[in-house]
């Protein structure tokens, strides 16, 4: 910009030096033909004085004073009676010249001529004597170009020096025109002393600075807003662009892959993890198509869905979501050994059953034996029963959508009720029930708890010892309902304290099946327990004793 104002003002000044400078001329040369008019015409006036007074002789006097003009007499008829410097044999007739035609017949004549040397020029200025001839004054002088031209190095000059001057004047004033504008503080527009001029573009600045920041602010709030939501999903989100380079990854993706530290955004996805699951489907939504992988991260493992991104049809990048399908995939598994448990441990007591039929129809039984085969025949549909019951118990917890109403009860009175139904169980057993109870409110299914408080006490009753007891004890603690059924009887090998609560798992197979166990009932009290929002777990000695505690919230 400096630049510019710098030749645009040396442009002007050199325009303008040569316009006023021809101008000047202009002027000069115009004042000049006057001063020759003037001269020429006093020049007249004082000779026709003379010449009337005294006749020609006058001009052959003053003929050597007048070096500056020619005088010429001319006779009425064009003959030319005298002349100051040329010889009158090689005049010829000035008849027809026009400033003696005209001085002939107005009294006064005026001309000018080129002469034949260039760039000259000669004024002729012609007055009628009295006695008819005309006296004429002419003078030569340079032409306006000669005039311009004669003093072009003296102008020359001129202009060398006024430009000089003006390209360091220009200099100057270009840096002192500029300095208030190189000066501007455009961060804050408004706080600028600047020329009034500037007023309302410093003003449009301030104004689009204000649109700006509240744009970045409106900005900041949105990225804000975003990450809040996607850094509080469970769900891991990443987005790259089609180069795949990472825009944007949620905490719960950075947790997957690195542990949740790194800094990832502008680097490669591959950085991210080299699964050629990932790769693929990365490669696959870049190329426009949805993909779904399972990908094993650690112990865990996740669903990823790749989804292109298109604007305007082309695609801009990917947006990877992993869904932690650990679970599902767990109860997936569950569900069909489960399956495979179900078939075989109903199968057993119909074979039996099948089998005792058989004997019995085919008349193999002997007469005193067929009442012991019938009681064999009710003991297994009992037990087939029994299953039955607890896979329909179990199918009825893992519904999660069945949601049976809860209300306010008191543990204890539970507690107690079941108590009195294993009364008879614990003395056949040979077993001291013993109970510490207060009075504990939950909100919980009665009919849960109470198949609950069952399972645990019927084991501690079956898996005693002779003569052996168990002791269950219920109280509020802080904020939580805690009921324990502690025996002194056959404990559980540390190593299977964990497998217990699967469905079907038993410590020792043939006791659990004397005892008419399904290995179900803990399973079931677990499902119950985590129903009401609470746990229940084990701790036990092997050959000494088991504690079974159940915690729950109190109302
Ligand atoms: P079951 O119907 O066989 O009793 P459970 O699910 O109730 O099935 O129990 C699973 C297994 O855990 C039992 O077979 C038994 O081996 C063991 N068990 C449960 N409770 C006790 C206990 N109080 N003392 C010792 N072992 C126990």
């Known amino acids: ?7 645009q003002m040396c442009g002007l000044v050199l325009v303008t030096l040569l316009l006023s400078m021809a101008m000047v001329s202009f002027v000069f040369y115009n004042q ?20 009337e007074a005294e006749g020609v002789d006058y001009l052959l006097a003053i003929e050597g004073q007048h070096k500056d003009s020619r005088i010429t007499l001319v006779g009425a008829d064009g003959d030319v009676i005298f002349d100051s410097e040329v010889d009158l044999s090689k005049l010829n007739n000035h008849k027809d010249r026009p400033e003696i035609k005209e ?24 007055e009628k004597l009295s006695d008819g001839t005309v006296l004429r004054l002419s003078s030569t002088t340079d032409n306006v170009l000669a005039t311009l031209m004669k003093s072009v190095p003296f102008l020359l000059g001129i202009i060398f020096f006024v430009l ?38 410093l003003l449009r600045i301030h104004q689009q600075h204000q649109r700006i920041e509240e744009q970045i602010a409106e900005l900041g709030q949105r990225q804000q807003e975003f990450k809040a939501i996607t ?14 380079l990472i825009l944007s990854v949620n905490q719960s993706a950075l947790a997957l892959f690195h542990g949740g530290s790194s800094v990832t955004e502008g680097r490669h996805i591959s950085n991210l993890n080299r699964d050629s699951g990932l790769q693929k489907a990365v490669d696959s939504a870049l190329a426009g198509v949805t993909a779904e992988e399972i990908l094993s991260l650690g112990s865990k493992l996740f669903q990823l869905h790749a989804n292109p991104v298109f604007e305007q049809s082309r695609i801009k990048g990917a947006v ?50 067929i009442a012991s085969f019938g009681g064999k025949i009710f003991e297994e549909a009992a037990r087939l029963i029994a299953l039955i019951n607890d896979i329909i118990k179990l199918s009825e917890l893992d519904e999660n ?73 219920l109280r509020p603690e802080g904020k939580q309902a805690v009921l324990s059924v502690e025996d002194t009887g056959l404990g559980i090998p540390e190593e299977e304290i964990g497998r217990i609560f699967e469905r079907f798992y038993r410590v020792d197979k043939s006791h659990s099946k004397e005892t008419g166990g399904t290995g179900l009932g803990l399973s079931i009290a677990k499902h119950i ?20 505690t159940a915690r729950f919230p109190l109302f």
């Open 401 to 473: 959508d069945v949601l049976l109403p809860k209300e306010r009860m008191d543990l204890r009175e539970t507690a107690e009720a079941v108590l009195s139904r294993l009364e008879p169980l614990a003395k056949k057993n040979g077993i001291t029930l013993r109970m510490e109870a207060e009075v504990t409110w939950i909100n919980g299914v009665p009919r849960l708890l109470d198949e609950l408080i069952y399972n645990l006490c019927e084991n501690a009753i079956k898996y005693n010892r002779k003569n052996g007891s168990v002791f269950i004890k």
């Open 320 to 369: 990877l979501l992993l869904l932690d399908v650990t679970k599902e995939r767990e109860s997936e598994k569950m569900r069909r050994e489960f399956s495979a448990n179900v078939s075989h441990e109903l199968k057993t007591p119909l074979t039996a059953i099948s089998g005792f039929a058989e004997l019995l129809r085919d008349g193999l039984v002997k007469q005193e034996d």
């Open 529 to 548: 327990a985590a129903y009401h929002g609470g746990e229940l777990l084990c701790k036990s000695i092997f050959g000494e004793g088991t504690v079974m």
């Open 32 to 51: 000049l033909k006057e001063d020759i008019h003037r001269e020429l015409s006093s020049g007249t006036a004082y000779i026709k004085t003379g010449l």
């Open 231 to 244: 850094d509080n999903m469970k769900e891991g989100l990443i987005l790259i662009d089609a180069e795949g």
């Open 1 to 7: 910009m400096k630049k510019k104002v710098f030749h």
């Open 103 to 126: 001085a002939l017949q107005t009294g006064v004549g005026e001309a000018v001529r080129m002469s034949d040397t260039i760039g000259r020029q000669t004024y002729y200025y012609a």
């Open 164 to 201: 000089c001057l003006a390209l360091l004047l220009a200099n100057y004033q270009t840096k002192r025109f500029l300095e208030p504008i190189n000066a501007l503080d455009l961060e804050h527009p408004m706080e600028n002393d600047s020329y009034d001029e500037l007023s309302p573009l």
